[in-house]
């Protein structure tokens, strides 16, 4: 596949890690902020081949992991509904609630589909007037133009049975959060390649500046990962601290501006609640007054109280990158794929999943 | 004989009804018309024509029996339908287990309002595959239920057949260094449903690889006998849950090489789109085989000479240690573990 077995080239990420081996003289910490990485850097086996002095740091970027624990909990009690059809990406399913997941309700009849996009809800919206369509909205930048243009769509064709759950989070601010909490140890960071194709990094410099940290924008497979590193590395052997683009066969500094429009349209940023992190000032995306309409938060009267975490899980440590998951006391024992405690264990993404498969491993390699 | 073609020989008689009622399953009027005229005439043999309750069968020697139940949806699809694949997924079952199939049962469960040509089109598709595999559906049944308590129809077939004289198929003959061979390239079926069922469309087709695998196992047994431990087909759970099965069963480590792995270019890209590994995607018309190192490569060039298994490779082999567990290589030299799948893939959100 053109673009994709250049970046899977063995022989050339071997170079690329030799030369890694090479520049770096001390310890480093470098966070790579979206689960899509951590997925590739576990799946390709990277983490089990760099040098012991690079330690790659989980960030917070598996929406799945962030998304409030009282929203999944009103998404299955949407879904519950009688006249209502719950649509959702694939991997919010099995996302533990604080009473059983959304797979659990479709198999006690709640009708929960699983979507590839918002566009699909819209239409699913159109061939059931009779019925209310709910698009469970998470994640980061790169899903919110879809689920923006959802609304527009909607709107358009005057439906009045669509509307979202919308939890969307957002880089930047979370990146500050990291670097102001004092438990946090980061030397550098891998920001989110598709995040940037939409955003673009104009965002970055300020950041990059403010906490002297270096920031490489780095794509997913294994050698955009090895260079991405590589490229922070270098910084840090240098001692400088900017935002360099290693992804640049998709992201152009000033993003996509097509789909910032759309999102500028029927968002407006606002505080959010991450799941194991707390509230981060101005870290989300909310609809807009005129798009209030749309909002499956305050279309429905939704009563249900706010359910505290699991005492034991220590997700919110893992996704700052203060813990690694082996460190919790859950982890591998009562916490594990087959029953997660915490969000981080249910998606392949989450850097628990990632290190419970990862665990297996080294175990069984050395 | 291409099975359009097949189709085109066996029109459908006229019935007075075009939909499927609850009254074609109450045993009356209708159910012997639709079968008379239709599921019997059909599938006519010498032991389904008896219409007794039950089939009687000469079998002598040790015989393999397998049962599976089929509740795809859709039930077309592209490269083949639910009639194809019940006949398939049970002669193949029996084929694994190194025998000969010879006879099939064939019950249907439909719901209420299936077009009575969709049904035809089934039973036709079932007397193509079943003739193609060379075995003979002699005993059945139907039912109707409600309309809502089904998804159009349902199928469960049994299967028997004679064990191959020469098949030494047992887990326990798998031994360090065994070669771990697939049949052809993996995860086409799973990718070819998921595309109609959630409306996907690709550039290129992917079509269903479902086929009847006897006559492939039967040449490699005729000609490697016992030097064949094991054949298995990956269906649900793909090659992952597999082989994962296999190692626990076996108590000992399975290691495969990522880039040895058999996947068509449009069914690598529908995965990387979807977000879905082509390791735990379904399979129909695929099987496994450990065998000895020293006939690895012949099984292999005996299996490209035939179509349904031209892409043919050695994937893997079985280690002593790693009891238990499946590793893949990839080709930075890093490994990683294949875990057993814990539910259905679930495509990530970006």
Same mark, same amino acid.
């Given at each position: 596949?053109?673009?994709?077995?250049?970046?899977?080239?063995?022989?050339?990420?071997?170079?690329?890690?030799?030369?890694?081996?090479?520049?770096?003289?001390?310890?480093?910490?470098?966070?790579?902020?979206?689960?899509?990485?951590?997925?590739?850097?576990?799946?390709?086996?990277?983490?089990?081949?760099?040098?012991?002095?690079?330690?790659?740091?989980?960030?917070?970027?598996?929406?799945?992991?962030?998304?409030?624990?009282?929203?999944?909990?009103?998404?299955?009690?949407?879904?519950?509904?009688?006249?209502?059809?719950?649509?959702?990406?694939?991997?919010?399913?099995?996302?533990?609630?604080?009473?059983?997941?959304?797979?659990?309700?479709?198999?006690?009849?709640?009708?929960?589909?699983?979507?590839?996009?918002?566009?699909?809800?819209?239409?699913?919206?159109?061939?059931?007037?009779?019925?209310?369509?709910?698009?469970?909205?998470?994640?980061?930048?790169?899903?919110?133009?879809?689920?923006?243009?959802?609304?527009?769509?909607?709107?358009?064709?005057?439906?009045?049975?669509?509307?979202?759950?919308?939890?969307?989070?957002?880089?930047?601010?979370?990146?500050?959060?990291?670097?102001?909490?004092?438990?946090?140890?980061?030397?550098?960071?891998?920001?989110?390649?598709?995040?940037?194709?939409?955003?673009?990094?104009?965002?970055?410099?300020?950041?990059?500046?403010?906490?002297?940290?270096?920031?490489?924008?780095?794509?997913?497979?294994?050698?955009?990962?090895?260079?991405?590193?590589?490229?922070?590395?270098?910084?840090?052997?240098?001692?400088?601290?900017?935002?360099?683009?290693?992804?640049?066969?998709?992201?152009?500094?000033?993003?996509?501006?097509?789909?910032?429009?759309?999102?500028?349209?029927?968002?407006?940023?606002?505080?959010?609640?991450?799941?194991?992190?707390?509230?981060?000032?101005?870290?989300?995306?909310?609809?807009?007054?005129?798009?209030?309409?749309?909002?499956?938060?305050?279309?429905?009267?939704?009563?249900?109280?706010?359910?505290?975490?699991?005492?034991?899980?220590?997700?919110?440590?893992?996704?700052?990158?203060?813990?690694?998951?082996?460190?919790?006391?859950?982890?591998?024992?009562?916490?594990?794929?087959?029953?997660?405690?915490?969000?981080?264990?249910?998606?392949?993404?989450?850097?628990?999943?990632?290190?419970?498969?990862?665990?297996?491993?080294?175990?069984?390699?050395? | 004989?291409?099975?359009?073609?097949?189709?085109?020989?066996?029109?459908?008689?006229?019935?007075?009804?075009?939909?499927?009622?609850?009254?074609?399953?109450?045993?009356?009027?209708?159910?012997?018309?639709?079968?008379?005229?239709?599921?019997?005439?059909?599938?006519?043999?010498?032991?389904?024509?008896?219409?007794?309750?039950?089939?009687?069968?000469?079998?002598?020697?040790?015989?393999?029996?397998?049962?599976?139940?089929?509740?795809?949806?859709?039930?077309?699809?592209?490269?083949?339908?639910?009639?194809?694949?019940?006949?398939?997924?049970?002669?193949?079952?029996?084929?694994?287990?190194?025998?000969?199939?010879?006879?099939?049962?064939?019950?249907?469960?439909?719901?209420?309002?299936?077009?009575?040509?969709?049904?035809?089109?089934?039973?036709?598709?079932?007397?193509?595959?079943?003739?193609? %595999? @060379?075995?003979?559906?002699?005993?059945?049944? +139907? !039912?109707?239920?409600?309309?809502?308590? /089904? #998804? =159009? *129809?349902?199928?469960?077939?049994?299967?028997?057949?004679?064990?191959?004289?020469?098949?030494?198929?047992?887990?326990?003959?798998?031994?360090?260094?065994?070669?771990?061979?697939?049949?052809?390239?993996?995860?086409?079926?799973?990718?070819?449903?998921?595309?109609?069922?959630?409306?996907?469309?690709?550039?290129?087709?992917?079509? %269903? @690889?479902?086929?009847?695998?006897?006559?492939? +196992? !039967?040449?490699?047994?005729?000609?490697? /006998? #016992? =030097? *064949?431990?094991?054949?298995?087909?990956?269906?649900?759970?793909?090659?992952?849950?597999?082989?994962?099965?296999?190692?626990?069963?076996?108590?000992?480590?399975?290691?495969?090489?990522?880039?040895?792995?058999?996947?068509?270019?449009?069914?690598?890209?529908?995965?990387?789109?979807?977000?879905?590994?082509?390791?735990?995607?379904?399979?129909?018309?695929?099987?496994?085989?450990?065998?000895?190192?020293?006939?690895?490569?012949?099984?292999?060039?005996?299996?490209?000479?035939?179509?349904?298994?031209?892409?043919?490779?050695?994937?893997?082999?079985?280690?002593?240690?790693?009891?238990?567990?499946?590793?893949?290589?990839?080709?930075?030299?890093?490994?990683?573990?294949?875990?057993?799948?814990?539910?259905?893939?679930?495509?990530?959100?970006?």
């Amino acid at each position: 596949m053109k673009h994709l077995t250049e970046y899977r080239n063995p022989e050339l990420a071997k170079k690329v890690l030799k030369e890694i081996e090479k520049t770096a003289t001390r310890n480093w910490k470098i966070m790579e902020i979206c689960g899509g990485q951590t997925h590739s850097l576990v799946k390709n086996g990277i983490l089990s081949v760099l040098p012991e002095n690079i330690e790659m740091l989980h960030g917070p970027g598996c929406p799945v992991c962030v998304t409030p624990l009282h929203l999944i909990d009103k998404a299955i009690y949407l879904a519950k509904e009688k006249d209502v059809i719950l649509c959702s990406f694939g991997d919010m399913l099995r996302v533990p609630g604080s009473t059983g997941s959304l797979l659990e309700a479709k198999a006690k009849g709640a009708d929960v589909r699983i979507l590839y996009s918002p566009l699909e809800a819209v239409q699913i919206a159109r061939q059931n007037p009779d019925k209310e369509v709910v698009f469970f909205a998470v994640g980061f930048e790169t899903t919110a133009p879809a689920n923006a243009l959802s609304i527009i769509h909607a709107q358009k064709l005057g439906l009045k049975n669509y509307s979202i759950l919308n939890s969307h989070v957002l880089v930047p601010p979370a990146i500050k959060a990291l670097m102001e909490d004092p438990l946090a140890e980061i030397d550098a960071f891998l920001a989110a390649g598709h995040v940037c194709s939409i955003m673009g990094y104009t965002q970055y410099h300020e950041l990059a500046e403010k906490y002297k940290i270096p920031i490489v924008v780095t794509g997913f497979e294994p050698l955009d990962l090895l260079q991405g590193i590589l490229a922070a590395v270098k910084q840090l052997e240098n001692g400088t601290h900017f935002v360099e683009n290693q992804y640049k066969r998709i992201v152009k500094e000033e993003g996509n501006l097509e789909a910032q429009n759309i999102i500028e349209k029927v968002y407006e940023t606002g505080n959010q609640e991450w799941r194991g992190i707390g509230t981060i000032p101005e870290s989300g995306w909310h609809l807009k007054k005129e798009f209030e309409g749309f909002d499956a938060n305050k279309k429905f009267n939704i009563n249900i109280d706010k359910v505290p975490e699991s005492e034991i899980c220590i997700a919110g440590d893992v996704m700052k990158g203060v813990k690694k998951p082996f460190q919790c006391p859950a982890f591998g024992k009562t916490c594990t794929p087959q029953n997660p405690l915490g969000a981080p264990m249910v998606s392949s993404e989450g850097a628990c999943a990632a290190y419970y498969n990862f665990r297996n491993m080294i175990k069984i390699i050395e | 004989m291409n099975k359009s073609l097949f189709k085109l020989q066996c029109p459908a008689p006229k019935f007075d009804f075009d939909i499927i009622t609850l009254a074609h399953g109450s045993g009356g009027l209708l159910t012997n018309q639709l079968l008379e005229t239709g599921v019997f005439e059909l599938l006519n043999n010498e032991y389904l024509d008896k219409h007794h309750d039950g089939a009687f069968l000469e079998l002598n020697g040790k015989i393999a029996f397998s049962t599976d139940s089929f509740v795809i949806s859709p039930i077309e699809f592209p490269g083949g339908d639910i009639g194809e694949l019940a006949v398939n997924g049970t002669v193949n079952d029996v084929a694994m287990c190194g025998a000969i199939p010879r006879y099939l049962s064939l019950s249907f469960i439909i719901e209420e309002g299936l077009e009575i040509s969709k049904f035809w089109d089934i039973i036709v598709s079932i007397k193509y595959a079943a003739e193609k %595999s @060379d075995v003979k559906v002699v005993t059945g049944d +139907t !039912k109707v239920v409600d309309k809502g308590k /089904g #998804d =159009k *129809i349902y199928i469960n077939t049994t299967g028997i057949g004679i064990m191959h004289p020469k098949a030494g198929i047992d887990i326990s003959n798998i031994k360090r260094g065994d070669k771990i061979i697939v049949s052809n390239s993996i995860a086409t079926h799973g990718i070819a449903i998921l595309s109609v069922r959630e409306g996907l469309q690709f550039e290129t087709q992917i079509e %269903s @690889d479902t086929t009847n695998l006897n006559h492939l +196992t !039967k040449e490699l047994l005729d000609k490697f /006998g #016992d =030097k *064949i431990h094991l054949f298995r087909d990956p269906t649900r759970g793909g090659v992952a849950a597999t082989l994962n099965e296999i190692a626990g069963e076996m108590h000992k480590g399975i290691i495969l090489q990522d880039q040895q792995i058999p996947v068509l270019p449009q069914v690598k890209a529908a995965c990387e789109i979807l977000g879905l590994d082509p390791l735990y995607t379904a399979n129909e018309g695929v099987f496994m085989c450990f065998v000895e190192p020293g006939i690895a490569n012949e099984v292999v060039n005996t299996l490209r000479q035939h179509e349904e298994s031209k892409n043919a490779a050695v994937i893997g082999e079985v280690i002593d240690d790693k009891k238990g567990k499946v590793l893949i290589t990839n080709p930075m030299g890093g490994k990683r573990v294949v875990n057993m799948p814990v539910g259905e893939q679930l495509p990530r959100i970006c």
